[in-house]
């Protein structure tokens, strides 16, 4: 079979192979357990997600700045095109995937990680006026201030990511076309090609700072905020009540940044075995879509009232006593 394209675009000395193969993980045997699994972990997100969004949109008193971003997260969870592919490659062995697939696949997989890593910031953002700013709550975070938020997020994350995507293009792949990943992953696609990817390599970083660093820290900073507010409560039991409505979070946060930046930080920096790098990313990309219904929608006072209600109108609570 002939591996690369003969009909290169005029004027460009680009190379673009006609396919990439998948590679998937090396030398494990009985993985299509693995994939089993995957595929549960996969309907349970879809089911949680979908659940969310579904309440969301059949209850009214829900329809307010703080469930407006839990709605974007739950989308950008459901959103994902990485478990349904992975499944079609190895489990039905199609490992083949022509030049323009993958880098529309490298597009979708990054850009919902992208929302839900700068979706984390705004949903910090939340907690934070309602527990440093209580009163001025309702009047800071407002239905156009969230969607205004999230409209300004998802347009720049589409121009940063097709940009990079882009720079793909300006790559020629004269050697191996063997991805090592479990999808057609930014790095190990760019570091196939037989030119220079310099630039590629810079972008890599710019990512790693925009959404990987950068988010972290603003949420960092969030919390640094709301603990020096908490601590001016006298009350103890105050005190712990305004924190348990921040613990949701937190743990999203810790499940979705950790290993993500882990992983990352530990590719730029020194080697780390394909296996390993695939595991990682692989739990990183699944487990969040996961657990975000389970602990941050579906427990919530809002969601279990709405649920329990009848009419699908149950009795909202304020945003201070969530």
Same mark, same amino acid.
């Given at each position: ?35 089993? $699994?995957?595929? $549960? ?75 839900? !890593? ?20 309702? !009047? ?27 720079? *793909? ?13 479990? $999808? ?39 919390? *640094?905020?709301? !603990?020096?507010?908490? !601590? ?8 712990? #009540? ?43 990309? *699944? *487990? ?10 579906? #427990? ?9 209600? #009848? ?12």
């Amino acid at each position: 079979m002939e591996l690369l394209n003969p009909d290169l675009e005029k004027n460009t000395t680009f190379v673009h192979p006609a396919y990439f193969i998948i590679s998937g993980f090396i030398d494990i045997p009985d993985m299509k357990y693995y994939y089993v $699994f995957l595929f $549960f972990v996969y309907i349970v997100s879809v089911l949680g997600n979908t659940a969310v969004m579904g309440i969301i949109c059949l209850d009214h008193t829900l329809r307010t700045p703080k469930y407006i971003a839990v709605f974007n997260l739950a989308f950008a969870d459901l959103s994902t095109a990485l478990i349904p592919k992975i499944l079609d490659i190895f489990l039905f062995d199609n490992r083949y995937i022509v030049y323009e697939a993958c880098l529309s696949y490298m597009f979708f997989v990054w850009f919902f990680v992208f929302v839900q !890593s700068w979706a984390l910031v705004i949903m910090a953002y939340d907690r934070f006026i309602a527990i440093c700013f209580p009163l001025m709550y309702h !009047s800071i975070v407002t239905k156009p201030a969230i969607v205004g938020m999230l409209a300004f997020t998802w347009v720049l994350l589409l121009s940063l990511l097709a940009f990079i995507v882009g720079l *793909i293009g300006r790559l020629s792949f004269c050697g191996s076309v063997v991805i090592q990943s479990f $999808f057609c992953d930014h790095g190990p696609t760019y570091r196939l090609a037989c030119n220079d990817n310099s630039l590629n390599y810079a972008m890599a970083f710019v990512v790693l700072i925009v959404i990987f660093c950068f988010p972290p820290v603003l949420i960092a900073l969030t919390y *640094i905020c709301i !603990s020096i507010a908490l !601590s001016r409560i006298s009350s103890e039991k105050e005190r712990i #009540k305004a924190f348990k409505t921040c613990t949701s979070h937190l743990i999203l946060v810790s499940v979705f940044f950790i290993p993500l930046l882990g992983t990352n930080i530990a590719v730029m920096t020194s080697y780390i075995h394909p296996n390993t790098r695939i595991i990682n990313s692989a739990l990183t990309h *699944i *487990i969040p879509p996961l657990l975000n219904p389970i602990i941050y929608s579906l #427990k919530t006072k809002e969601v279990l009232s709405s649920i329990r209600s #009848k009419d699908g109108g149950g009795k909202q609570t304020g945003e201070s006593r969530d």
